[in-house]
């Protein structure tokens, strides 16, 4: 089975913190993602990455940079949180771009920035 | 804009009846369509998927329509049980104006009553 892991379920920081929250895939997937869940607006991407040391903006990339040293590590950071980046943080992996992927999700960081 | 619409935000079912949740998309470029399903404090799971090629796949349980004319899909649930109670994304991919474009849908929250 594939296993998608995340550094934590539960964060709390204070507004100008540097974060950083780890994902860890273990099935040599090329694409991992990073994604934020918000009510009423579902799951917007972030950044995500086809290789290691590449990266692409998703759709709400203002705030956070990314890291992908490893294949199976993917580093989501926040350089100076703020309370607007308090949410659901999910991490999610697949095998090459392409239409027939699923994507495999890791249970996801809850992060609140007070 | 959003691509990818749900327009019901929840949906209350008996036990044993049908449910259907609805998705929306703008653009006819997205040629591939998939269903997830997330419970609280867990990652979305995969759950089916469609090509534009086709107008039906069948699961089980679980069926996804897809009509092309409409741009809608629908993900149908027969019988449906306590257990699917979770909230449903639906997410659409393709390549737009050259980019590899994976886009979810804001979600619909199913309870499935006993």
């Known amino acids: 089975d594939v296993k998608v892991t995340q550094s934590s379920r539960y964060l709390v920081k204070r507004t100008g913190e540097k974060v950083f929250l780890e994902c860890v895939q273990d099935m040599d997937h090329e694409n991992m993602f990073w994604y934020r869940q918000d009510p009423g607006l579902g799951l917007r991407l972030i950044y995500f990455?086809?290789?290691?040391?590449?990266?692409e903006k998703g759709d709400i990339p203002e705030g956070y940079s990314v890291s992908r040293e490893k294949k199976e590590r993917f580093s989501l950071i926040l350089e100076s949180a703020s309370t607007n980046q308090t949410s659901m943080y999910l991490c999610a992996s697949s095998f090459q771009t392409g239409k027939y992927n699923e994507q495999f999700f890791g249970p996801g960081t809850r992060l609140t920035v007070l | 804009d959003q691509q990818v619409k749900q327009n019901s935000p929840s949906l209350s079912v008996q036990e044993g009846r049908i449910s259907i949740l609805n998705c929306d998309y703008t653009n006819s470029m997205f040629d591939y369509f998939l269903w997830y399903k997330k419970y609280p404090a867990e990652g979305p799971t995969f759950l089916i998927s469609?090509?534009?090629?086709?107008d039906k796949n069948e699961d089980g349980r679980f069926t996804v329509f897809l009509n092309k004319s409409a741009k809608h899909l629908s993900l149908h649930i027969v019988p449906s049980q306590p257990g699917d109670s979770a909230v449903y994304f639906c997410a659409a991919s393709g390549v737009l104006s050259g980019t590899y474009k994976y886009i979810f849908g804001t979600g619909t929250r199913l309870k499935v009553l006993a």
């Open positions: 990455s086809y290789d290691v040391k590449m990266k």
């Open positions: 469609i090509s534009s090629i086709k």
